[in-house]
Each structure stands twice: as structure tokens, then as C-alpha cells.
């Protein structure tokens, strides 16, 4: 970095060069600021001749008047540095991005935005406070050195000892200070990722088992960035000092030494002059300088080194080993859906249109149903309105419904719930006729299958994630489900069954697919898609569906197509406080809104919506 910093200014001579031109003018400012003073009091005022002493002040007023263009021309210069720096900054930023994006399409290189916008500004900025720092110190200390030397050398012999001393414990602080400023954001970021790479990777935590790993490295890096905060003050108490040792003792040690300086012959306008360069030039310049270098510096080299190129980060969890039983399942959603209360029994299952399997019996089997819940509210929180209040619906072995609605109604509530993943406030969930309050995850799992709109891949071969929920499956019962969903084509590409899978190179629909081959592989009896199958394109899903419903078990269907709700033996339609539940062709004569959502459907362009049923 440090070369890179000098070639990038020994490429600016010339902004330099006027820049130290402009400073020099500052320099004769400082200088006749405290001689102006000391001689308009030996020669003026001390001596009996108040003109002169004017004289000699009007002298030091004019100096200071002259500090308006100076300025300017400083930062006229100061821009000449500073926007190079910052345009060179963006290129490397970018460059970074695309030479990353190319090597790996598929990693996110989230950190370029805040290069390209915050962290250029935040280098720019610093560097401009550090060269303006930096500038007025050292030609602030030539004219108040050359001032004191002018009005007496003994003065130099006093102040620039403890001054000396001061800066150098400071400047033996900088590496220190540094090491501590850079392990202390690292260990702040490092909480950070961890925390994003948590919540990213909750799955993989929960497929995995390794909960207590996760927290166990998650409590080291917060105690390591306790460590390093510690360091950190610990190294901001001696700057501290070291700003006091080079701020307060130049001036007790000039009070101090003032009956020798006397005696030496210094005059008094002398010591005025010698307190005023330190008061109100040298030591200010020293104390922002020390400011900047700690504050700026520091954070100017951490920021500078996100520019340079980094080792890819680690992966958070370890592949799940195949067999581990754990539902592909989505959070439960943040913002509580618009509440629903619907009563819905359900009635004798409508006769299938298609397929192979027996038509349901017209009358209620005597074996229990495949999902029931009595009676379900379910509120996210005390003081909200249910979301879903005193809902009965019962779904028999063998079924296939959709569930339909506004966005928000509660669809994926009713999913949760009958998933077993959400516990409802009142009322009871029955899945094959027992409770399901109580069951473990292992338990739940044998029992159904829930596949959400985020399908769930992880890191490992094909086969264990297709095998995941069914690790003792035969490959004859592989190889059926693969040619049922239609996915052979896909693992071809992924390079087998024994290719591994790296889920961020997958699109949405490749996973939804490999996530519902994995649902038919699953021995459980009842299946739950929460638009699992809204990445896939229309003919896709129609095969998703159908194998699906020819599966032995029961099916309930989130739709997002028209196609979904006409597939299935009923619909359930959760509109507020009017559910129906019924077929496609009863509902279209007694829902308004279902009238309504297949009209938007249609609209939609949805190539079922105007087909027969079928």
C-alpha cells in the first residue's frame, strides 16, 4: 500500500508543489502573528510609544486578513490530490467486481456497493483531512520555530523539548493504535458476517444438527471483539496522554523557565510572543494533527486495504450428511398476514378427474383424515387480530386440494400450521388422526412433508439431497421419482447423481425441482406445497403436480395458477370472514372472490384459465 501511496503522489509534483507554495504563505502568517505581538509590546506599548505598537498590530491584522485567499488556494491545490484518489479508488472497486464476478459468477460480492459509494467517500475524506492536517502543522511549526528563533534561541531550548517529547509518544502509538483500530473492526465484522451468514444459513444449522456449534463460534468472535475493544481504550488512554504531555507541558515548562529566560535578557514581548506561537498556533496544529493521524489515519489504512483483493470467505456449516431427517421449512414470516376467520368443514371429496388411483367414497371413510384442525386461531402476538379464528377444515386420506387467496390472507399461515410449525393460540391440529402438539421434528417429518416457495439445497451430491428425507430409499425408487417430475434432463447437467451440488450456482426453479423430487422420495403421507412450484414454468408444474397427486398420500396445493386450483379435487378460497371450500366449478357460482382471482388469472395470461377442466 505504502508504494502504491508514493507513486500515486510522485505522479502529482506539480499539485504538490503549489500546494507547499500556498502553505508557505502560512507560514509567514504564523510567524507574524507572534512577532508582530512581542515587538508591538517591547518597542510600542512597554516602551512608551502606543504608535508604533498600533503600527506593529496593524501588521498582524493584515496577516490574518490575507488568510481568505490563502485558503482558498489551498483547497484548489487540495482537490487536485484529493478527486484523482477517489476516481482511482472507483476503478479498483469496480475492476474488483468484475475480475471477482468472472471467477465466480455465482458469488455475490456484497461489500462492492459500499466500496463504490460509501467506503470512496470515507477515503477521500480522510485523506483530505490528513493531508490538510498534516500541511498546516509542518508549516505552521516552520513559521512559529522561525519566530521564536528570531525573538530570542533560549526560547527554542525551552519549548522544544517537552514538545519533542510529546509528539514522539505519540507518534510511538500510531502502530500500536493501528494494529488495535484494524484487529477491532475486523472483529466487529467478523460479528457481522457471522450474523448474516447465520440468518442465510439457518437451514443448513437446522438440517445439520450443529445449533451448539453455531452459538459456540458465535460467542468466541463476540468475546474476541470484547478482547480487542478493551486493547483499543487501553491504547486510546496513553494517546490521550501523550496529546496532554505534548499539548499542556511546552507551556508550564515556558512559565517555568521564565525568571531564567529573564535573566538571559529575553524581553517580555519576547515571552508574549514565544506564548502566543504555542497557545494559539503550535500546539492547536499539534493537537489536530494527533487527532487526525489517530482518528482519519487509522481509518483511512483499514478502509485503503478493503480495496485490495481478499481470500474468498469460508463456508458456514459443513454439508448435512444424508439421512439427517429435517423438513425443508421457510421462517415464519415477519409481517403478520391479513386475518382471516374462516369455519370450513370439509365435505366428501369431490371425484377425481384423472388419474389412476380409486375415486374417493362419496361418504367419510372410517379411517381418520390426513390433516384436520378444529376450531385453529392463531394471532402473531397479543394485542393482533387473528390471522386465522376458529377454522375447521379436515382433509381426508388420499386427497388432493389448492388453497387460494389474496397475497397475505394467511395461506402460508394455514401450511404452518397444519405443518405442525406454528403452534396455534386455540384449537387443535391432528395429522392421521393424532395430535400434533408435542411431536418431535423426527416424528413430524415421518408424518408429511412441507416444501416452501424457497426450496431448500445444500451443499452435497444429488443423490443426498434428493435422498435427505428418505435415506434408506432403493435406487429403483430414485430413479421412479426422477423420471416422474421429469427431472433426468437436469441431474445430466449437474453431472449425475453423483455430482455435487453448490446451491448458489442452482437457479430457483433447478432447485424448487430437486426440492419437490425430494418431497416424492419421502415416505410421508401428507404433502404441503406453499407455491413450491412457482419457479417453474407452467408445463413443468403440471408434471410437478400430477406426479405428485399420483403419489400415494394427500396433497394440499398453495396455488398461484389457475392451472393448480382446476387440478384439484377442491379448492379452499380464504377471503377474510368468508371462506368457501368446494370445486372449481362450485366455487365459480359461489365465491365472488374466487370469480375474481380466476379473472385475474386469466388476465394474466394463465393458459389454463379458459381451458376445460380436466
Known amino acids: 500500500m505504502l508504494p502504491e501511496g508514493r507513486r500515486f503522489l510522485l505522479r502529482r509534483k506539480g499539485a504538490l508543489i503549489r500546494l507547499g507554495g500556498w502553505s508557505l504563505l502560512e507560514s509567514a502568517q504564523t510567524f507574524l502573528g507572534g512577532y508582530c505581538l512581542a515587538r508591538a509590546l517591547d518597542r510600542g506599548f512597554l516602551a512608551g510609544d502606543t504608535r508604533t505598537g498600533l503600527m506593529w498590530l496593524a501588521v498582524a491584522a493584515a496577516a490574518i486578513l490575507v488568510g481568505g485567499p490563502l485558503v482558498r488556494g489551498v483547497f484548489a491545490q487540495l482537490a487536485a490530490l484529493v478527486e484523482p484518489l477517489r476516481d482511482a479508488l472507483v476503478r479498483r472497486a469496480v475492476n474488483q467486481y468484475l475480475r471477482r464476478a468472472m471467477a465466480d459468477p455465482a458469488r455475490t460480492d456484497s461489500g462492492a456497493v459500499s466500496r463504490l459509494t460509501?467506503?470512496?467517500?470515507?477515503?477521500?475524506?480522510?485523506?483530505?483531512?490528513?493531508?490538510?492536517?498534516?500541511?498546516?502543522?509542518?508549516?505552521?511549526?516552520?513559521?512559529?520555530?522561525?519566530?521564536?528563533?528570531?525573538?530570542?534561541?533560549?526560547?527554542?531550548?525551552?519549548?522544544?523539548?517537552?514538545?519533542?517529547?510529546?509528539?514522539?509518544?505519540?507518534?510511538?502509538?500510531?502502530?500500536?493504535?493501528?494494529?488495535?483500530?484494524?484487529?477491532?473492526?475486523?472483529?466487529?465484522?467478523?460479528?457481522?458476517?457471522?450474523?448474516?451468514?447465520?440468518?442465510?444459513?439457518?437451514?443448513?444449522?437446522?438440517?445439520?444438527?450443529?445449533?451448539?456449534?453455531?452459538?459456540?463460534r458465535t460467542e468466541r468472535l463476540i468475546a474476541a471483539g470484547e478482547r480487542t475493544s478493551r486493547v483499543l481504550a487501553r491504547w486510546a488512554a496513553v494517546r490521550a496522554l501523550a496529546l496532554g504531555v505534548a499539548g499542556q507541558l511546552p507551556v508550564v515548562v515556558l512559565l517555568v523557565a521564565t525568571p531564567w529566560l529573564l535573566r538571559q535578557g529575553v524581553t517580555a514581548g519576547a515571552l508574549m510572543g514565544a506564548l502566543t506561537y504555542l497557545v494559539q498556533a503550535l500546539l492547536p496544529a499539534l493537537h489536530t494533527l494527533m487527532t487526525a493521524l489517530g482518528a482519519a489515519g487509522t481509518r483511512l489504512l483499514v478502509v485503503l486495504e478493503r480495496f485490495e483483493d481478499?481470500?474468498?470467505?469460508?463456508p458456514l456449516t459443513k454439508p448435512p450428511t444424508p439421512g439427517t431427517p429435517a423438513p425443508a421449512v421457510s421462517p415464519t414470516p415477519a409481517v403478520p398476514p391479513a386475518p382471516v376467520t374462516p369455519a370450513v368443514h370439509a365435505g366428501p371429496p369431490a371425484p377425481r378427474r384423472g388419474g389412476t388411483?380409486?375415486?374417493?367414497?362419496?361418504?367419510?371413510?372410517?379411517?381418520?383424515?390426513?390433516?384436520?384442525?378444529?376450531?385453529?386461531?392463531?394471532?402473531?402476538?397479543?394485542?393482533?387480530?387473528?390471522?386465522?379464528?376458529?377454522?375447521?377444515?379436515?382433509?381426508?386420506p388420499g386427497e388432493h386440494i389448492a388453497v387460494v387467496g389474496p397475497s397475505g390472507i394467511g395461506k402460508s399461515t394455514l401450511t404452518g400450521v397444519l405443518a405442525g410449525l406454528l403452534a396455534p393460540d386455540r384449537g387443535t391440529v391432528l395429522l392421521a388422526g393424532e395430535p400434533v402438539a408435542g411431536r418431535t421434528p423426527s416424528e413430524l417429518a415421518a408424518l408429511r412433508v412441507l416444501i416452501p416457495q424457497q426450496a431448500y439445497v445444500f451443499t452435497g451430491t444429488v443423490r443426498e439431497n434428493l435422498l435427505q428425507l428418505a435415506p434408506g430409499a432403493s435406487p429403483p425408487a430414485l430413479v421412479r421419482a426422477v423420471?416422474?417430475?421429469?427431472?433426468?434432463?437436469?441431474?445430466?447437467?449437474l453431472g449425475g447423481l453423483d455430482a455435487l451440488v453448490e446451491p448458489a450456482r442452482l437457479s430457483q426453479g433447478e432447485r424448487q425441482s430437486l426440492a419437490l423430487c425430494r418431497a416424492y422420495v419421502s415416505p410421508a403421507p401428507l404433502m404441503i406445497l406453499d407455491e413450491a412450484t412457482c419457479h417453474l414454468d407452467p408445463v413443468a408444474e403440471a408434471r410437478a403436480e400430477l406426479a405428485l397427486a399420483e403419489r400415494p398420500g394427500t396433497l394440499i396445493v398453495v396455488a398461484h395458477r389457475l392451472s393448480s386450483a382446476r387440478r384439484a379435487d377442491r379448492v379452499l378460497v380464504l377471503d377474510g370472514t368468508r371462506p368457501a371450500y368446494g370445486t372449481h366449478d362450485e366455487l365459480l357460482t359461489r365465491s365472488a372472490l374466487y370469480r375474481d382471482l380466476v379473472g385475474h388469472w386469466q388476465g394474466a395470461g394463465d393458459p389454463s384459465a379458459a381451458g376445460p377442466a380436466g
Do not use: K
Request: hydrophobic share 55%; charged share 15%.
Open 118 to 216: 460509501h467506503q470512496t467517500e470515507i477515503v477521500r475524506d480522510s485523506f483530505a483531512g490528513l493531508v490538510l492536517t498534516a500541511r498546516s502543522f509542518v508549516f505552521t511549526a516552520v513559521g512559529a520555530l522561525a519566530g521564536l528563533l528570531a525573538l530570542a534561541p533560549q526560547l527554542l531550548l525551552v519549548v522544544v523539548g517537552p514538545l519533542a517529547l510529546g509528539l514522539a509518544l505519540f507518534l510511538a502509538t500510531l502502530a500500536p493504535m493501528a494494529a488495535a483500530q484494524r484487529a477491532f473492526l475486523d472483529a466487529d465484522e467478523a460479528v457481522a458476517d457471522r450474523a448474516g451468514a447465520l440468518g442465510a444459513g439457518l437451514r443448513d444449522i437446522a438440517a445439520c444438527g450443529t445449533r451448539a456449534e453455531a452459538a459456540d
Open 483 to 493: 423420471e416422474a417430475l421429469g427431472i433426468g434432463e437436469l441431474i445430466s447437467r
Open 310 to 314: 481478499a481470500a474468498p470467505d469460508a
Open 357 to 396: 388411483r380409486p375415486d374417493p367414497l362419496p361418504h367419510r371413510p372410517p379411517v381418520p383424515p390426513a390433516a384436520e384442525i378444529r376450531s385453529v386461531t392463531l394471532a402473531y402476538g397479543p394485542g393482533a387480530p387473528p390471522v386465522l379464528a376458529g377454522l375447521d377444515l379436515a382433509v381426508g
